[in-house]
T-cell receptor, first 114, second 114 residues
Framework: NAGVTQTPKFRVLKTGQSMTLLCAQD?????MYWYRQDPGMGLRLIHY???????AKGEVPDGYNVSRLKKQNFLLGLESAAPSQTSVYFC?????????????FGSGTQLSVL | KQEVTQIPAALSVPEGENLVLNCSFT??????LQWFRQDPGKGLTSLLL?????REQTSGRLNASLDKSSGRSTLYIAASQPGDSATYLC?????????????FGQGTILTVHP
């Protein structure tokens, strides 16, 4: 089983460039999440989705957009990258709400913005 | 606002030792608490999910307990092995949210040396 797959694994951007991170899950999960992990800050929720066609803001949504056109995919977009967005990005999914169900994580995307 | 604290921040033990990792949370109105493992450069793997109605959950050499009244959870690792070396994170939901936003602790970095 593939589980949660993130692409790409590494990316370097220049300030002002845009990019899209792709998350795909094959577990038929309703809920999907994007987190960023930074030293000293821990994991913080950027955006989440409770089902196909839905998206909502998390703790740190500024500078990011998301889309969930298909149930299995959750895309995270950076419209104009800034150095403050240098981080490791993790996608996760769960069958039900995170308050009730286990979360399954992808292996992460290391993003550097110069 | 849920706040999650993990003590100690780092722990180094010889192989074979039994050890306890601690997690405390401020909002006790939680449905469950999850423990995760993160290996360097990897995503998080869910180890145990303890429901609020349970006091303990076991998986192999791992045992997690939950005391909502005191706002504490512990992860007990029996007969530690070098392969247990990783960062261990706990995560608690923030009460009152429909999707169950998880707040993560900063993690305990565990090193088990032969």
């Amino acid at each position: 089983n593939a589980g949660v797959t993130q692409t790409p694994k590494f990316r370097v951007l220049k300030t002002g460039q845009s990019m899209t991170l792709l998350c795909a899950q094959d577990m038929n999960h309703e809920y999907m999440y994007w987190y960023r992990q930074d030293p000293g800050m821990g994991l913080r929720l950027i955006h989440y989705s409770v089902g196909e066609g839905t998206t909502a803001k998390g703790e740190v949504p500024d500078g990011y957009n998301v889309s969930r056109l298909k149930k299995q995919n959750f895309l995270l977009g950076l419209e104009s990258a800034a150095p403050s967005q240098t981080s490791v990005y993790f996608c996760a999914s769960s069958y039900g709400p995170a308050a009730e169900e286990k979360l399954f994580f992808g292996s992460g995307t290391q993003l550097s913005v110069l | 606002k849920q706040e999650v604290t993990q003590i100690p921040a780092a722990l180094s033990v010889p192989e074979g030792e039994n050890l306890v990792l601690n997690c405390s949370f401020t909002d006790s109105a939680i449905y469950n608490l999850q423990w995760f493992r993160q290996d360097p450069g990897k995503g998080l793997t869910s180890l145990l999910l303890i429901q609020s109605s349970q006091r303990e959950q076991t998986s192999g050499r791992l045992n997690a307990s939950l005391d909502k009244s005191s706002g504490r959870s512990t992860l007990y690792i029996a007969a530690s092995q070098p392969g247990d070396s990783a960062t261990y994170l706990c995560a608690a939901p923030s009460g009152g949210t429909s999707y169950g936003k998880l707040t993560f602790g900063q993690g305990t970095i565990l090193t088990v040396h032969p």
